[in-house]
């Protein structure tokens, strides 16, 4: 699959993650981007056993065509798929990394 970042993406990683020296967080998103391009499609992200280990789930109710991956306790990347909502799981082949949520999980 491809990954895009977006501006609100970047902004939020360099000052969420780079600034605070994060290091682990740091290289858990980077393992979740591995296991994102190594998938050749969103079918097999979501059938992948490593889903359950970074926590790749739907987000529900108004944002259901979000999903999102667990850094750790407090932090979450969003991500949303390049396609239209309902989505056709086989042939989203791209997604757009939308920003890292710190501000909704407590203390972490």
Known sequence: MIINKNKQYLKSYKKDILNKNLVKEKIRIENIENLIINSSNLQSLINS????????????????????????????????????YPYNKIEIEEIDFIDIDSKHYGEG
């Open 49 to 84: 056993p490593y889903k359950n280990i970074y926590h790749i789930e739907q987000k529900q109710g108004d944002l259901k065509e979000y999903y999102t991956a667990r850094v750790n306790n407090k932090i979450r990347l969003i991500m949303k798929p390049i396609g239209e």
